[in-house]
């Protein structure tokens, strides 16, 4: 059973900086994409970064600029450094992995901001 754990969540000041991480377990084989969405209280999933296996990333509009998504594909591992972080930031971050046997997401990590 494929599983996704997020880490690295928490409470962080505005301007502050955090690195989420995310490990899969029980794949025996390698993702495609891997990536990271967020959710806020009342508002829909939104795309914050997503990083394919040649390399090439892709940053949502929110936090363009202030994220930088890493991976290590042979451990299926990615993670998201945020700086700068802003109090609408303050959401469940998710991780997600897409393969040819499906998609798969982490059950979230909280970050939350305070002003």
């Given amino acids: 059973q494929v599983q996704l754990v997020e880490s690295g969540g928490g ?6 900086s955090l690195r989420l991480s ?7 084989f390698m993702f495609d994409a891997m990536g ?3 959710q806020a209280p009342g508002k829909q999933r939104e795309l914050v970064a997503i990083i394919i296996p040649n390399g090439t990333t892709s940053y949502g509009d929110s936090m363009k600029g202030r994220t930088n ?12 450094q945020m700086d700068n972080l802003k109090p609408e930031d303050t959401a469940v971050y ?7 046997r499906g998609d798969f997401w982490g059950q979230g990590t909280q970050v939350t901001v305070s002003s």
């Fill in 69 to 80: 998504i890493s991976r290590h594909r042979a451990r299926n591992q990615v993670n998201l």
């Fill in 94 to 100: 998710y991780c997600h992995a897409r393969s040819r």
């Fill in 11 to 16: 409470l962080v000041e505005t301007g502050g």
């Fill in 36 to 38: 990271w969405y967020r």
């Fill in 22 to 28: 995310c490990a899969a377990s029980g794949a025996n």
